[in-house]
């Protein structure tokens, strides 16, 4: 079992730039894949980024590449996305996720979710 809480978001102007943590709980972090998920009003929970158990494999959704970056720290347990350059389509609840697998890119891939953290991005 993995709890995941999530923390970092908030209201940002076009152009600037957050970053997300989410803290999970236990020994086992780098035994799982972890992954970013967005979801905005009335939209499917889209996969943002995903990462490997070690950090040396990532994946990144089209409309994210080159502005955002997933990381971790399996020391602290935590895995971050830096998002850079928002944009207000940007907006929506982003949530992270756990994997067993190597490096899902669905969200049928994810076992153990966090609550989720609103990213609100103005114009």
């Known amino acids: 079992q993995v709890q995941l809480v999530e923390s970092g978001g908030g209201l940002v102007q076009a152009g600037g730039s957050l970053k997300l943590s989410c803290a999970a709980s236990?020994?086992?972090?780098?035994?799982?894949?972890m992954g970013w998920f967005r979801q905005a009003p009335g939209q499917e929970r889209d996969v943002v980024a995903a990462?490997?158990?070690?950090?040396?494999?990532?994946y990144y959704g089209d409309s994210v590449k080159g502005r955002f970056t997933i990381s971790r720290d399996n020391a602290k347990n935590t895995v971050f996305l830096q998002m850079n350059s928002l944009k207000p389509e940007d907006t929506a609840v982003y949530y992270c996720a756990a994997s067993t697998l190597y490096l899902p890119q669905d969200r049928d891939g994810y076992t153990f979710w966090g609550q989720g953290t609103q990213v609100t991005v103005s114009s």
């Open positions: 236990g020994r086992t972090f780098n035994m799982y894949a």
């Open positions: 990462i490997s158990r070690s950090g040396t494999g990532t």
